[in-house]
Structures are given as C-alpha cells and as structure tokens.
C-alpha cells in the first residue's frame, strides 16, 4: 500500500502534531507500507526558519526512517494574526496540494495540516486523482477562530468556513476527531455519517521527569528561581488560544515572596506581550524560559509541582491543549482553566489528575493555586499519580497509534 502523509508540521519542529505525524509515518512503514510524507519547511514554534532549511518549491529531504519526505513552501507566520495565519495555511495548500498532484498516486492520503484552506486545497487534489482521504481533526475551525475573537460566528465568512469544513469531511473516507465532543460535532453540524468518525486521542510517549537533585537545583540556580519556592510551571507554545497572560495576572494576586514561583517554559507570538506584561506588573515570581530546548524537558517537569493549562475563552470546545498528555505523563496534577462541558474539562474530571477553573478569571486562578499551596502534599502527589495512571491507559502511543493505522488501512479496502 502506497501511503501519502500531509502533515503541516513535522520534526525537528517540536510541535505535538508533528510527532503525531512522524509516529503515524513509522507506524505504517512498520507494516510494511510504502509512505511518503509531504510537509513544510520548518518554523515553529517561533515563526522563524531553521538553519539548515533553503525554502524552496519541493525540496526531496534524506533519512533513515523508512520513509520518504518531502518539504514544500510556505510563508512563515511568525505573529497570530489572520492575515499571517491564512498565508501560511493558503502557501502550504497549494504547493502541498502540487505536490500531491506530480507525486505518484497514492492509494490512501492522511493529512494532519491547518484546517480548511491548506487542507481543502489537498482534498482537491486527492478528488482529482480519486484518492480516499482520511483527515485528522485536532482543533475545530472556524469554531477555534470564534473562540479567538478572530471572526464573527455570525458573519457570511464564518458561515462559509463552517460549511466548507462540512464539504471536506463528508468528502473524505474517514474522519479521525481527538474526543467525543468533537464526534458530535461532525455528527450534528458537519452532517458526517457516524461510521466514517473514529475517535482516537491525542497522545505521547512515556515521560520522566528527572529527578536528579543535583542536576535540577543547578537548572534553577540557572534560572534564578528561589531555592525554597514551590514551583508551579507552564511549558508550551506562548500563543493566542493559550492564554499565558491569565497566569501573570493571577500571579498579581498572590502575596510577594518566595513561597510561590511561577515557570512559564516555550515560545510563541504572545511570549513578549508576556515578558512586558509581567514587566508591567513588577511581577517578580514570574520566570521565562525561552527558547526551550527540548533536552531540558525532563528538567522542567522535575522542577515544577503543578502544571498549568491555561486556555483563552472559549477556546477549550474547539481544541484540546496536546500538552495535557505530557504533563500527566510526569506525574504532575494540573491547573487546567477550561469552560466546564468541554472535552478539556470532561477528561479532566475523569482522569482525576488536577482541578478545574473558568478562563479567564485570573482571581479564580490565584484562589486555586492558594487552595493546592494549602494543601496535603500527599493529595497533590495523588492526582499527579491518577493523570499519569490515566494516560498510561489511554494516552500513550501503544494505546492509539495502532487505531490510527487500522483506519487507514480499512480506508483503503473499502
């Protein structure tokens, strides 16, 4: 079986769905498929190029794992703004979707790219040449847009992106969604046949935090964070739908000293609106950590105590923060602000791994992060063990990868 990956991210790019992408492209050349992944050149989480990567049109890349990729051009975003946004995901679409065009035909096409444009321009391509196509669904657009402020749900143009989204899913041989909320969704708004939407969680390999004493209080002697402060930390991309800025505020309105430290680890195109809020604010238990390479991982996760999700609205019923799984993964429980009722808080609830807060309420934020500084230590260490339990179970890449490659394979048969 002749195997096509679109996939707008993928490695060195530290990004959750690029590893997806690299595990699904492994997972099928392991059985003996064979698999050709296009993608773009590299940029994020910082918007800017890789040394090492000339942009080009198609760009034929080596490796050793089994499979072969091919890098096509995009313009680079490095602000969220929609215009930015749009020609990143429009620039992609098209030479991806050339690129489809020229390569030989593949017999089934999974593609993990940005919603709508990039990935309506490749089911285009994958209709001419009768392809099936099975997509992957890991934020729902335009709802992530309203969530964001960046469109009006009532206007002539997210209407259309709603109804263009309901004409690729239909269109496609299988439609695999990362929770039961968003099953719904295609269900009931997109108008998908139930038989065609597979529900298989995002995931990640097993993490250990390190627990090397010598070299962690090395890493926040590098920092600059106080040796006797609790440690409660944000890793990830400092980005619109993130939120960050409700930690710094939160932070304003815990007493100043060194009982408490906050860690925020990442890049992204809030991190400076962030860095000059704090600055603002004299928060001066705030630390950023950028770039965050992905080696001092395990020395972020040892460091903290909690973890904290933040999300921006109602951005938690259009996606589900990937980052979720890492942290559990730690053993470390989590602050998650979500809007109760979505996929964030369900899994939240039923994991038992944290606690939950409404967005945006940064003084319901402080008060949580008060209550877990109050409370048993053994109770804290509990729910870190139940997210991680959870995740072991359900969250990890034996658990879902190979549902993923099942559903391509029964693409093809059907």
Same mark, same amino acid.
């Given at each position: ?147 964001q402020g960046h469109?009006?749900e009532t206007s ?79 890793? !990830?991309?400092? @980005? ?5 800025? /409700? *930690?710094?505020? +939160?932070?304003? #309105?815990l007493p100043a000293? &060194? ?124 729910? !870190?063990?139940? @997210? ?5 179970? /359900? *969250?990890?890449? +034996?658990?879902? #990868?190979?549902?993923?490659? &099942? ?8």
């Amino acid at each position: 079986m002749r195997v096509t990956i679109v996939s707008c991210v993928f490695p060195p790019e530290p990004v959750v769905s690029s590893r997806t992408s690299l595990h699904v492209a492994q997972g099928l050349a392991g059985r003996g498929h064979q698999v050709t992944v296009v993608t773009a050149f590299p940029s994020k989480p910082a918007g800017r190029g890789y040394p090492g990567f000339a942009r080009r049109l198609i760009a034929r890349e080596k490796n050793g794992n089994g499979f072969a990729v091919r890098r096509c051009f995009s313009t680079f975003s490095s602000r969220s703004r929609l215009l930015s946004r749009f020609l990143e995901n429009f620039t992609f679409g098209l030479s991806s979707g050339m690129a489809v065009l020229l390569m030989r035909r593949p017999d089934v096409l999974y593609v993990n790219t940005w919603p709508i444009v990039a990935g309506g321009l490749v089911f285009l391509a994958a209709k001419l040449r009768r392809v099936p196509m099975v997509v992957s669904i890991q934020d729902v657009y335009p709802e992530s847009l309203f969530a964001q402020g960046h469109l009006s749900e009532t206007s002539i143009l997210g209407k259309g992106l709603r109804w263009m989204d309901g004409v690729i899913a239909r269109g496609c041989r299988a439609v695999i969604v990362i929770s039961e909320r968003f099953a719904a969704i295609y269900r009931e708004q997109r108008r998908v046949a139930g038989a065609r939407i597979h529900v298989v969680p995002n995931w990640a390999d097993d993490l250990q935090p390190e627990t090397d004493a010598e070299r962690l209080s090395r890493f926040r002697e590098r920092l600059e964070i106080p040796p006797r402060a609790r440690i409660f930390a944000y890793g !990830g991309n400092v @980005g619109t739908a993130a939120g960050v800025e /409700n *930690l710094i505020q +939160a932070v304003r #309105l815990l007493p100043a000293g &060194d009982r408490f430290h906050l860690l925020i680890a990442g890049e992204g195109s809030r991190l400076e609106h962030c860095r000059a809020l704090a600055e603002e604010t004299a928060c001066r238990d705030v630390t950023f950590h950028a770039p965050w390479r992905s080696d001092e991982t395990a020395l972020v996760l040892g460091l903290a105590e909690v973890l904290l999700l933040p999300t921006q609205g109602r951005q938690s019923y259009a996606s589900v923060p990937s980052k979720l799984v890492s942290y559990w993964l730690a053993g470390r429980p989590v602050i998650a602000q979500a809007c109760p009722g979505s996929s964030l808080a369900d899994v939240l609830e039923k994991a038992g791994g944290g606690w939950l807060v409404a967005p945006g309420r940064p003084e319901l934020l402080a008060a949580k992060i008060r209550e877990v500084l109050e409370m048993n230590a053994a109770e804290v260490r509990r729910r !870190g063990e139940a @997210g991680r339990h959870f995740a072991l179970r /359900n *969250l990890t890449r +034996a658990a879902c #990868l190979p549902r993923v490659l &099942d559903v391509m394979e029964k693409a093809v048969s059907r």
